[in-house]
Structures are given as C-alpha cells and as structure tokens.
C-alpha cells in the first residue's frame, strides 16, 4: 500500500461540512468518491480537522491509502481537479508518506483564521466569507481579550455540549488580532481544539468589541467554564482552516 497526503482549498459554503453523513453533501464524501473513480479502487480518506457546515479550507490536510504508487501527480492533480473544481474543491498537492504519518494524530499545530466584515454595507465580493457586524467595534479592547485565551487553560466555556474530546484543556500557542479598513482578522494557533471552540471564542471577542462586556466580564465567562455564560458562537462562513502544521 502507498500512502499520500494532499492539501485541499474549498469552499464549505454549499457542504454539510468535512466529515461524511448520512444526509447531506460533504467535503470529505465528494472527494473519496473522485478520488476512487479515478483510481479504480475504493478511497478512504482521513483529514486533519472535522469542519463544521459553511466553515472553509485554505488548506486542510488530509491522507489515504492506495494500492497502485501513483507516479504522474501532476496528471493526478490535473485529473481530479476537473471534477472537484466545479465544486468549489480544489487539491493543490499531492506527496508520498510514510506509512506513519497520520493527517489528524500527527498534527503538531492548527491555524485557524476569523474574518469579521465590519461595515455598514453588506459584502458582495466577499459573500459567506466573513461574518458581517455593522456595529463599529473596539479591536483595541478585543485585542486585550484575545492575549488572555493564550497559554494552557480550561476552555469548558466554549466548548459545544456534543464535543467529545477528553479534556478541555488545550494549549493556546497564538490568539492574534489584525486589522485594516474595515476587516478583522483574528488567528488561533494550537495542536487542537475543542468542537466549535474557536466559533465560540470569537464570539465572546465580538462581545468585548461591542462593550456588551468589560474586559473583567470576558475574564470571568472564560474562568468560570460555563458553556451557558458563553456568548453565541460566531457564523461559520468566517472560518477558515489556515493551516495544519506536522
């Protein structure tokens, strides 16, 4: 058997998310299935990262297993990006691994990105890319928010009720805050998170931005690791999966 990792760029705009269900189009499903046609084998594919409905990838990372090495990857990229394109999928690599290497257990660091549109005027361009917030918000006092979700911490608060990790204490390597004009860009760095951990915290962020909450507030919702404190969870047509770091 052959292992090979590929790095994919979607929209999640029109799935039911990553991970295949019963119900509903995903990320995960469509490509197993081009990929087997087009090996003539049936494809498992693993990923990283299990995204929510609407949450977009600039690069996920995913692996399988094939019978046959496959030796012409540009042909292969070529292949299956004239079916995976009309979609709004596209694989932009493709490499040979060890047998090893696991997408998902041999993560050292996710980046994840939030953009916040914060204007009046609804986006066009940038339709379901961006959580739209016509509020005029504080990103100095988000700012501040943010440097305290960094370092090893309980993060029970903005963990989903249905999350099945076995701890919610995580690691915080990064929690950045950017702007110009009228974007907001937020970045977290961790080897991983909670199920809709990062939605939630942008969430209490956008809260802080707004003054609904001081400073001392946000401090005491993330302390008091009480999911029903948390602000409600961001959108996800902010999201994006950024990067995945082994």
């Given at each position: 058997?052959?292992?090979?990792?590929?790095l994919?760029?979607?929209?999640g705009?029109?799935?039911?998310?990553?991970?295949?269900?019963?119900?509903?189009?995903?990320?995960?499903?469509?490509?197993?299935?081009k990929?087997?046609?087009l090996?003539k084998e049936?494809?498992?594919?693993?990923?990283a990262?299990?995204?929510?409905?609407?949450?977009?990838?600039?690069?996920?990372?995913?692996h399988?297993?094939?019978?046959?090495?496959?030796k012409?990857?540009d042909?292969?990229?070529?292949?299956?990006?004239?079916?995976?394109?009309?979609?709004?999928v596209?694989?932009l690599?493709?490499?040979?691994?060890?047998?090893?290497?696991?997408?998902?257990?041999?993560?050292?660091?996710?980046?994840?990105?939030?953009?916040?549109?914060?204007?009046?005027?609804?986006?066009?361009?940038?339709?379901?890319k961006g959580?739209?917030?016509?509020?005029?918000?504080?990103?100095?006092?988000?700012?501040?928010?943010?440097?305290?979700?960094v370092?090893?911490?309980?993060?029970s608060?903005?963990?989903?009720?249905?999350?099945?990790?076995?701890?919610?204490?995580?690691?915080?390597?990064?929690?950045?805050?950017?702007?110009?004009?009228?974007?907001?860009?937020?970045e977290?760095?961790?080897?991983?998170?909670l199920?809709?951990q990062?939605?939630?915290?942008?969430?209490?962020?956008?809260?802080l931005?707004?003054?609904?909450?001081?400073?001392k507030?946000?401090?005491s919702?993330?302390?008091?690791?009480?999911r029903?404190?948390?602000?409600?969870?961001?959108?996800?047509?902010?999201?994006?999966?950024?990067?995945?770091?082994?």
């Open positions: 058997m052959f292992r090979y990792q590929i994919i760029e979607y929209v705009s029109n799935f039911r998310g990553w991970q295949v269900q019963t119900k509903g189009k995903t990320v995960q499903g469509l490509i197993q299935e990929i087997s046609r090996l049936k494809i498992m594919i693993y990923g990262g299990r995204l929510d409905s609407g949450v977009h990838a600039k690069e996920q990372s995913a399988f297993d094939c019978k046959n090495e496959i012409k990857k042909k292969f990229l070529k292949s299956i990006n004239y079916f995976l394109n009309k979609e709004n596209s694989i690599i493709i490499k040979r691994k060890h047998k090893n290497f696991h997408a998902r257990f041999s993560a050292k660091m996710r980046i994840y990105n939030y953009i916040i549109i914060n204007r009046l005027s609804g986006p066009v361009l940038e339709k379901n959580w739209h917030v016509i509020k005029k918000l504080n990103v100095e006092l988000m700012k501040k928010g943010a440097k305290k979700l370092g090893k911490k309980d993060f608060t903005f963990r989903a009720s249905s999350c099945r990790a076995k701890t919610p204490i995580k690691t915080m390597k990064m929690a950045k805050i950017k702007s110009s004009k009228d974007k907001i860009e937020i977290f760095r961790s080897q991983s998170f199920q809709q990062v939605r939630s915290m942008v969430g209490c962020l956008k809260y931005g707004e003054k609904k909450w001081s400073l507030k946000f401090e919702v993330m302390k008091s690791k009480k029903i404190l948390c602000a409600p969870p961001a959108p996800p047509e902010g999201l994006y999966l950024s990067k995945v770091v082994y």
